[in-house]
């Protein structure tokens, strides 16, 4: 059973493009939480997802971010005209159908804004 | 609002002593979730041992064990037996059980293993 996928594992983007970062869940998981990571600090908690519907977007900056779980195919964090101050590590985890209290993670997507 | 501290930033220890990492947390609540995660530097996140406050018995799993202290709200990690792959940040997190995501992370404690 694959875990959690992530690309890119890096992405580079210039001030003010757009950053697309995508995760496929667990097989059979139906749950997909994003985590930001900022460097030297714990992960912060952006939004959960089931599919087509966005549950908790609690933790997700009001402006330029935003995430989306579609029917097929991986879901999506997409960051619109990038600044500096979003250069982050961004984990993706899932959980089964149901929840369940055990996140997996992916290996993280590395932002660099330059 | 939930909060975990771990007050350690940065821990060391020879290879094959023991040693622990401290966790505390900050709820109302009776029951929850606590974890414990590594992170290596290939930055994956790797489920180390977790936890239900509702059992009383401390959870282990091979070198790991935890020392949960519900009253003092402390929950922290010991790995016996060091071995250099254990070389990572290590964080704590805590879940509601309200909540079906969130979880809520420590700032993390970097393990260093000396050969």
């Known amino acids: 059973n694959a875990g959690v996928m992530q690309n890119p594992r890096h992405l580079v983007r210039r001030r003010g493009q757009e950053a697309r970062l995508r995760c496929s869940p667990m097989?059979?998981?139906?749950?997909v939480y994003w985590y930001r990571q900022l460097p030297e600090e714990g992960l912060k908690f952006m939004v959960y997802?089931?599919?087509?519907?966005?549950?908790?977007e609690s933790g997700m900056p009001k402006e330029r971010f935003s995430a989306e779980f579609p029917k097929e195919g991986p879901s999506i964090l997409r960051i619109q005209q990038v600044v500096r101050g979003d250069s982050a590590a961004y984990f993706c985890?899932?959980?089964?159908?149901?929840?369940?209290?055990?996140?997996?993670f992916g290996p993280g997507t590395r932002l660099t804004v330059t | 609002a939930q909060t975990v501290t771990q007050s350690q930033p940065e821990m060391s220890v020879q290879e094959a002593e023991t040693v622990t990492l401290s966790c505390t947390y900050d709820?109302?609540?009776?029951?929850?979730?606590l974890f414990w995660y590594k992170q290596p530097p290939s930055r994956q996140m790797i489920l180390v041992i977790r936890?239900?406050?509702?059992k009383q018995q401390n959870a282990t799993e091979n070198r790991f064990s935890v020392n949960f202290q519900k009253a003092a709200k402390s929950f922290s990690l010991k790995i016996s037996d060091s071995q250099l792959g254990d070389a990572a940040m290590y964080f704590c997190?805590?879940?509601?059980?309200?909540?079906?995501?969130?979880?809520?992370w420590g700032a993390g404690t970097k393990l260093i293993i000396k050969p």
């Open positions: 985890a899932s959980s089964p159908i149901g929840g369940g209290y055990e996140q997996y």
């Open positions: 097989k059979g998981h139906s749950h």
């Open positions: 997802l089931q599919k087509e519907n966005i549950i908790d």
């Open positions: 709820t109302s609540e009776s029951d929850y979730y």
């Open positions: 936890q239900e406050a509702y």
């Open positions: 997190a805590y879940r509601s059980p309200d909540s079906n995501y969130q979880l809520i």
